[in-house]
């Protein structure tokens, strides 16, 4: 299918006087790298929230594969193909770094077996009860499955630089290595799109730039469509062919990197900010 994978067309979303996201269109294709960048407050995370079912959108359609997703739940929504991390990090911090991953590839397995219409609930409650009796006797079909999802887990840290890390607990790996193991859960749900919001936040700046590089690689290798929601404008445009620049809510730029680096909504928007701090005051 060559339509696009996501697609918000004239997407709008008021919170009581304020609208915090206007007339916003975006569509995401196969193999896609864009970015969605913006000063504070500008509604990035408030577009990323609509896109995934977190807010319904007040005016507007977000469809995923085509299909109208108004009114799905978030988790009806990653079955169908769309997968996110977010600003502030939501790990279970607790477990180890493999189980963290292997929750979110079994939730998917889980999934497909079921689907999502009518006696899913049912059909739910009735794995969960022969599971457990699998685990318990430990049997074949039980340990069969067990040793995919660790390997399917597994491949994913090793993908995300994380394969040191597999029997860490997840709160005593370092920041920017717990922003990977998110990226490496919402792979685990084996998206078609994936959303990040700000992935580099709080990296350093070696950091920062290796993540750039990777995530570019995992739209290579899984063949994602990936939006990056990122604060730094640089950092963004070395990897995305395509910027969408928000401005409380509007979009007020689209376009190649050089093309948005020069516009001057874009640098007005962004006055003040540390991108003109660190960049002589001028894009
Ligand atoms: N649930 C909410 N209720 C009320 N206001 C919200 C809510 N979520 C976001 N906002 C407001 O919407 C605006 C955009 O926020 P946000 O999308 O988080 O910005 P960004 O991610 O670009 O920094 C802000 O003014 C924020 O305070
Ligand atoms: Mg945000």
Redesign the pocket.
Known sequence: MSGPLLEAVGVSIQ?GG?K?LSDFNLAIHKGDLQGLI?P???????AFNVLTGVYQPTQGEVRVSGQRVNGRLPHQINHLGLARTFQNIRLFRALTALDNVKVACRGQAALNEEGLGAGAKFRGAMRNYRDWWRALMLTPGFQAEERELTRQAEHLLEVMGLAHRRDEEARNLPYGEQRRLEIARALGTRPKVLLLDEPAAGMNTREKADLMVLIRKLRDEFDLGILVIEHDMKLVMGICEQITV?DHGETIARGAPAEVRSDRKVIEAYLGDSYLESHGGAA
């Open positions: 919170f304020l915090a913006g504070n407050g500008a509604g990035k995370t408030t928000l």
